[in-house]
């Protein structure tokens, strides 16, 4: 129920992490939100949607991107609820990939 855009980066990522759910339009609101396991909605805008839809898509998260055909159940139902732990042992494993190289 708020908007914390005037946030410094590390301040922002500490509001995610105290956050019970975050409902996002920006990129790194989705990814703070996925490094804080924080249940999270992304309605992206135009300008961004290329990079949340990769981001999303690169993670199974798909489900946590609006579009005009998600019901406001739907909605509900993501940000009442912990995150699929199958997003957090894909982010580990593309960790360990990238620490590999």
Known sequence: DEQRIE???EDFSG???QAD???TNFFHGCVFALHHERP????PSSYRFNKVRDLTHALGAEQHL???ETRA???AALLGRPL???IADRIAAM???SSAY
Do not use: E, M, S
């Open 15 to 17: 509001a995610i992490a």
């Open 7 to 9: 946030l410094a980066p």
């Open 95 to 97: 960790r360990r990939h």
């Open 40 to 43: 999270f909605v992304c309605a």
């Open 73 to 75: 159940d739907g909605y």
């Open 21 to 23: 759910a975050v409902v």
């Open 66 to 68: 609006a579009t005009k």
């Open 84 to 86: 699929d732990p199958a």
